[in-house]
């Protein structure tokens, strides 16, 4: 398969999935209100949340060694049908317990965006992969405009739609990858030993402390995954609180986001790290976040929070400029398991980030909600110098 083919088939897997798995999210709490027979929800709601980024974290480090030595194809399909076997859990599911089983059949098999990535490694030169990283996010991104939007109009029409919509979807990923995709592995990894070891959860953390110079530079992308938790869990109730918003002003946001994060991802992402290096493209990425966290944090109109989306969205070339700097300082045979150990950072991101950033939210909402945002801009401060010397060449 030629490059540009395989980039393309990649990619197309990474959007649909991410329409898979976005078309849902409108309408989990119906669903879980719905199976539950309560109007409360209470801790069931975040433990339903949770539970997918805490299997992840367990899961998607082993998955990503497994694809180093048994190929991206094969573990790669095994995730999207692990997700479509979820989206039947709830479209069937009669009790809620069957819900959390589905919902941890998804995060255990849900390694599609550490092993795409490994993917792209293999295929990609080293100077051009923060701009085929850049792509595989944009692709992601527009996935989760599509995905709400239409799971929220079946939802309408019935609570299970949207699963089986998403399970459909996921069926014809499978397809997809199992009839167009290719092996990207290099053949010299199928040829050397498997080390049984990476099966054990906290593998992936002994094999990163074998790489002193790595550990600084996997702490800088946990925090900046973190800190992007601000924004993914108090967008809505700051727009609501602060601005009045409804539902449809929320959701046009929402989209607007999305549009502005793929169009910086795909054009802005890789030509800025192809043009100036990582380091700059890191520094300019944490500087426009910074910059649009504290002014969001005393935006006291909706119409300003708007406007500084296009800024905040530009923070987003950091996490392609470090993902490439990290894959090139691993070497070819460790790919997977690079790109499964960032999976397992972002997912432990988003077990811990939601439950310590709507605590702070909600301590400070009658007084001063926007504390939030500054405590992420205070973050970028602390590790902006970190950032600047781990990542020179």
Not at 83 to 106: C, E, N
Not at 178 to 197: C, K, N
Request: charged share 10%; hydrophobic share 55%.
């Amino acid at each position: 398969m030629g490059g540009s083919h395989a980039h393309a088939v990649i990619l197309a897997i990474v959007t649909l999935d991410a329409v898979g798995i976005s078309l849902v999210m409108p309408i989990v709490p119906s669903l879980l209100r719905e199976v539950g027979h309560t109007g409360n929800l209470g801790w069931r709601f975040g433990a339903f949340l949770s539970l997918y980024a805490l299997m992840q974290f367990i899961c998607a480090p082993v998955l990503g060694a497994l694809s180093d030595r048994f190929g991206r194809r094969p573990v790669l399909l095994v995730s999207v049908l692990g997700a479509a076997v979820d989206a039947l859990f709830m479209a069937f599911a009669p009790s809620l317990w069957m819900l959390f089983v589905g919902r941890a059949i998804a995060g255990m098999t849900g390694a599609s965006m550490a092993v795409a990535s490994a993917a792209i490694a293999d295929l990609t030169p080293e100077h051009q992969r923060a701009r085929w990283f850049g792509r595989m996010g944009a692709c992601f991104g527009l996935g989760f405009i599509a995905g709400p939007a239409l799971g929220g109009v079946l939802g309408d029409h019935g609570v299970r739609l949207p699963f089986i919509a998403a399970a459909v979807l996921n069926g014809l990923t499978f397809l997809a990858g199992l009839f167009l995709l290719r092996e990207s592995r290099p053949p010299a990894l199928a040829r050397q030993p498997f080390d049984r070891g990476v099966l054990h959860p906290l593998a992936p953390l002994r094999w990163a402390a074998g790489f002193p110079a790595l550990l600084p530079m996997l702490g800088v992308f946990l925090v900046l995954v973190l800190v992007g938790e601000v924004a993914g869990t108090t967008w809505v109730v700051y727009g609501e609180d602060k601005f009045a918003w409804n539902g449809t002003m929320v959701g046009l946001s929402l989209a607007a986001f999305g549009l502005f994060h793929a169009l910086v991802q795909a054009f802005v992402a890789g030509p800025l790290v192809e043009r100036w290096g990582e380091s700059a493209a890191i520094a300019i990425g944490t500087a426009c976040d910074f910059t649009a966290y504290a002014l969001i944090a005393f935006a006291t109109r909706g119409w300003m929070a708007l406007a500084l989306l296009p800024l905040l969205c530009l923070g987003g070339v950091c996490a392609p400029a470090l993902r490439s700097s990290l894959s090139v300082r691993v070497g070819e045979a460790h790919q997977g398991r690079l790109q499964g150990v960032l999976a397992s950072i972002t997912s432990l991101a988003a077990v811990v980030g939601p439950l310590l950033i709507s605590t702070l939210y909600f301590a400070y909402r009658t007084t001063f909600p926007g504390i939030v945002w500054l405590a992420g801009a205070a973050v970028y401060v602390l590790c902006l110098p970190v950032m600047l010397r781990k990542t020179s060449p």
